[in-house]
């Protein structure tokens, strides 16, 4: 293996890449590895994901693969693509292809071909090398090397953003991660592509917009879609460019202060729930609804997006009273709503009363129980909740600071 390849790889993924080299070998297949790994490798970045591309069937050849070496394949019969999931590492396996688009913004129609032509039909030229295993050759068709060096993002043909317009939100995305800027004639390409826009699966806009908001500064590459006007295109606003800025730049800063475990998302799938709050936090109704009739999202996180619509323009008066009233009008709220209130909005106060919500008061309970009123000869009724309910506001005001003061305030509340 090329030792500077052998470098960007980890030792899980030198062992994959060395199994299939030899299994290739055997089969005596052209195989190639493609896109990001080499990318990465080129760059001297650690690679992600390895993908590989086969000038045979992907899914006929992962297949092999796991009955040579064991493992797990999963296969997508419509392009004939495989991910083979071995010693902790999923790769992904595509068939050599050209496409062809029959509409704009659909998916394309794939039929097999050499690795020329798969190389042609890629995002971007630095996405569009490809290292032969065979002979350790870098087929570079398309100068990705050289826009490395220029450190530009560049389209391979003037229809690839008609073709497929997601390829605009990730030319903005490739751009923010590596610091590149939009080669010129590939700039104005995205200005024809961008009237298809509004023709893609809000399934598929969600896609890249959420890679998006998993590198480490989102605000550069929406700043940039907003510039080339790709969300005025959807008929959505979003915030200017330096609230975008400030919101990534709270999310860095407090994100891991947060206690995630009680939210019920994992890591990746809270970064875009956060994202998303981003976007949409205090941005009125109209583009807001917009955003949630376009995008597809799980009840939970939906329900969280919908309810910012009413935590953003609740009033910041209503957060300088006793901490008992504040918890009441923020009880209703989930906690990932909350999370995005302390994140993004501009009252302290509130913003503080959304922590303290989410952190303390919420999980407040008295240590008088119902079945300590029953004891008490309290007969049952809308009663118990109303006292239980006043020693636990009395804890949250600071009125009572331990069982014997609660104690004697229930003998208070109960002789009135
Ligand atoms: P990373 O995952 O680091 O963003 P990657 O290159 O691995 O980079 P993938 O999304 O895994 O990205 O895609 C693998 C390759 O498939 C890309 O490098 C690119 O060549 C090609 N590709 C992916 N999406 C598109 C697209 N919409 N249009 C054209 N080619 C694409
Ligand atoms: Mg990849």
């Not at 350790?136 to 229809?159: C, N, P």
């Amino acid at each position: 293996m090329n030792p500077a390849l052998a470098a960007a790889l980890s030792t899980e993924q030198r062992e994959v890449y060395n199994a299939i080299r030899a299994y290739a070998d055997h089969r005596n297949v052209a195989v190639y590895l493609v896109g990001g790994a080499v990318r990465d490798w080129l760059m001297g970045h650690p690679a992600g994901d390895l993908d590989f591309t086969v000038e045979v069937d992907a899914i006929d050849f992962a297949r092999g693969l796991m009955e040579a070496h064991g493992g797990q394949v999963t296969a997508h019969e419509r392009f004939r693509t495989a991910t083979w999931l071995w010693v902790g590492h999923h790769t992904d396996f595509t068939t050599s292809r050209s496409e062809t688009y029959p509409r704009p913004a659909m998916l394309p129609v794939v039929t097999p071909a050499p690795i020329e032509r798969d190389l042609y039909r890629r995002d971007f030229s630095i996405n569009a090398m490809a290292l032969r295993l065979r002979n350790d050759v870098l087929v570079d068709l398309h100068d990705g090397q050289g826009d490395l060096s220029r450190k530009e993002i560049r389209a391979l043909h003037a229809r690839s953003f008609t073709d497929d317009p997601t390829r605009i939100l990730r030319a903005a995305r490739y751009a923010a991660r590596f610091g590149f800027s939009v080669e010129s004639a590939t700039r104005e390409w995205i200005g024809h592509g961008l009237a298809y826009l509004k023709d893609l699966s809000g399934e598929r806009v969600k896609y890249d917009l959420e890679l998006i908001f998993g590198i480490p500064q989102p605000e550069r590459a929406l700043i940039l879609l907003r510039e080339w006007d790709v969300f005025r295109a959807f008929g959505i606003s979003v915030p200017e460019a330096e609230a975008l800025r400030a919101r990534f730049d709270a999310i860095r800063l407090h994100l891991r202060m947060w206690h995630t475990a009680t939210i019920n998302l994992t890591r990746a799938e809270l970064i875009h729930a956060i994202g998303w709050g981003a976007l949409i936090y205090n941005l009125g109704q109209l583009s807001a609804r917009r955003w949630l009739d376009l995008i597809p999202h799980t009840a939970e996180v939906r329900e969280a997006l919908v309810s910012l619509g009413v935590l953003s323009t609740l009033s910041a008066t209503l957060f300088d009273g006793k901490p008992s009233r504040q918890s009441d009008i923020l009880r209703p709220f989930s906690g990932l709503a909350l999370l995005i209130t302390w994140l993004f909005d501009h009252s302290a106060s509130k913003r503080a009363a959304a922590f303290s919500e989410w952190h303390a008061w919420r999980g407040m309970q008295p240590v008088t129980t119902g079945d300590d009123l029953k004891a008490r000869g309290a007969r049952p009724g809308p009663i118990y909740g109303k006292l239980l309910a006043s020693l636990r506001n009395a804890w949250l005001d600071g009125e009572v600071t331990s069982a014997d003061e609660e104690r004697a305030l229930l003998e208070r509340l109960l002789s009135q």
